[in-house]
């Protein structure tokens, strides 16, 4: 079956633009993950969704973020007014909620801001 | 809370011999998941391996396996056989039981070299 699915692959933006990423989780999957891969900071979490809950927002950086997530699937993070130090790889990922709620990983959206 | 470290920033193994990948984490928790991920270069993480600290017996996954010291709170990954596929980043991740669907804590990885 497909997999979880981000767009766009690259995104290039001037520092104080607005920039929204996309994620598409692996159908069935409840729970949905936002994560930040920079140089320096390493793999962090941002925040998740979990089906009808109120998202645990505990890891965004600043207000500059926020996340939605539509009709339980397709989810965008938004970065407001970016900065040098948003560009990162950001990773989104999907489980399920039984067993080891095992993540599973897209391909991720490289943020360059100049 | 819970910190994972990986204290190899690379390691180097050449084609079809063994290499194991360190792992330690802290926590004060008695029930939680470990993993193993592999990151190529296309930059899609892989689930590789995962452990329930509550089972004693090491997970195995064909040439891969973990050797799980839950009172020394460690979890290394031993890759046998490596191929040159297996070349990556490796990341280490923890994952508490409390609270359904919990973030994953990650270490910040070991990039892994093979040579012919």
């Known amino acids: 079956g497909a997999g979880v699915s981000q767009s766009p692959s690259n995104k290039v933006t001037e520092k104080g633009k607005d920039v929204e990423l996309r994620c598409d989780p692996i159908s069935g999957h409840t729970a949905l993950y936002w994560y930040r891969q920079s140089l320096g900071q390493g793999l962090e979490f941002l925040i998740y969704?979990?089906?009808?809950?109120?998202?645990?927002k505990s890891g965004l950086p600043s207000d500059r973020f926020s996340a939605e997530r539509t009709g339980g699937s397709v989810s965008t993070l938004t970065i407001q007014r970016t900065q040098q130090e948003d560009s990162a790889v950001y990773l989104c990922?999907?489980?399920?909620?039984?067993?080891?709620?095992?993540?599973?990983f897209g391909p991720g959206t490289r943020l360059t801001v100049t | 809370a819970q910190t994972v470290t990986q204290s190899q920033p690379e390691m180097s193994v050449q084609e079809a011999e063994t290499v194991t990948l360190s792992c330690t984490y802290d926590t004060s928790e008695s029930d939680y998941y470990l993993f193993w991920y592999k990151q190529p270069p296309s930059r899609q993480m892989i689930l590789v391996i995962r452990q329930e600290a509550y089972k004693q017996q090491n997970a195995t996954e064909n040439r891969f396996s973990v050797n799980f010291q839950k009172a020394a709170k460690s979890f290394s990954l031993k890759i046998s056989d490596s191929q040159l596929g297996d070349a990556a980043m490796y990341f280490c991740?923890?994952?508490?039981?409390?609270?359904?669907?919990?973030?994953?804590?990650f270490g910040t990885g070991t990039r892994l070299q093979v040579t012919l």
């Open positions: 991740a923890y994952r508490s039981v409390s609270g359904t669907a919990s973030k994953l804590t």
């Open positions: 969704f979990q089906g009808n809950s109120a998202p645990d």
């Open positions: 990922a999907s489980s399920t909620q039984t067993g080891a709620y095992e993540q599973y």
